[in-house]
């Protein structure tokens, strides 16, 4: 992932697409450059769909960890 993008998406807020729990990964949508891109989505808590996340950390390509908005 380029730098650019990676300064893009962290920090970002999104919408949780795929709930996350007990450590399964979910799914989250986050707007990026004048769209809306799908990453799977880690976190250190039971995230809910429909609810609004900050990205804080890139862990890989399309993966990223997320806390509460």
């Given at each position: 992932?380029?730098?650019?993008?990676?300064q893009?998406?962290?920090?970002?807020?999104g919408?949780v697409?795929v709930p996350?729990?007990?450590?399964r990964p979910g799914?989250?949508?986050?707007p990026?450059?004048g769209?809306?891109e799908?990453y799977q989505?880690?976190?250190?808590e039971?995230i809910?769909k429909n609810?609004?996340?900050v990205?804080?950390e890139?862990?890989?390509?399309?993966?990223?960890?997320?806390?509460?908005?």
């Amino acid at each position: 992932m380029s730098e650019e993008l990676s300064q893009e998406v962290v920090g970002a807020i999104g919408r949780v697409s795929v709930p996350i729990s007990d450590g399964r990964p979910g799914e989250v949508m986050i707007p990026i450059r004048g769209g809306v891109e799908a990453y799977q989505a880690l976190a250190d808590e039971e995230i809910t769909k429909n609810s609004r996340v900050v990205v804080v950390e890139i862990i890989s390509g399309r993966t990223v960890l997320v806390t509460p908005y």
